[in-house]
């Protein structure tokens, strides 16, 4: 059943992408069909075309100016990136470490970094900020990833 959604997912991502194509809209509901598409295909073990997916949403962010969209490419490209090179992607996401960021942002390079490199440190930290948030927001976003983080500790 998995596997047929994920299928699935990834034909509809195409078909909305082939019409922003199509109608030459270059906007962030576009960009985020592209970042979704790159993590579908990654979880499906497509790297060299998350890859390219993602190099695409990167240029999109970029020509868009979406100081948010650019910040989820970046990450993206880390993870993507990590199947090459791990050690380059970690310290790319550690440079992107700052006091300025939004909780949800550092939260997300704690992820993205035990995502790649499975340092109980950054699950940890992951974790407690995605508490806080879920209590704060009860965001179901923060919910599915305090669960897969705390599944992982198992």
């Known amino acids: 059943m ?10 509809n991502l195409d078909i909305a992408i082939d019409l922003y194509k199509e109608m030459d809209l ?19 073990g497509r790297t060299e075309e998350a890859g390219q997916c993602s190099n695409e949403a990167v240029m999109l962010a970029d020509r868009i100016s979406s100081p948010e969209g650019r910040f989820e490419t970046e990450l993206l490209d880390c993870l993507v990136r990590s ?20 909780r949800e942002q550092t939260a997300e ?4 970094l035990y ?14 900020i995605y508490r806080s948030l ?11 990833k305090i669960d897969e983080l705390e599944k992982s500790s198992s």
């Open 2 to 11: 998995e596997k047929r959604n994920t299928a699935r997912a990834l034909e």
């Open 26 to 44: 270059q906007n962030t509901s576009y960009l985020y069909c592209l970042i979704n598409k790159s993590k579908t295909l990654l979880d499906m």
């Open 83 to 102: 199947f090459i090179d791990k050690e380059e992607s970690v310290r790319s996401l550690l440079s992107m470490m700052s006091p300025d960021l939004r």
């Open 109 to 112: 390079i704690y992820y993205t």
């Open 115 to 128: 995502r790649i490199d499975r340092i109980d440190e950054c699950r940890k930290s992951a974790l407690q």
């Open 134 to 144: 879920y209590s704060e927001t009860g965001k179901h976003q923060y919910r599915l």
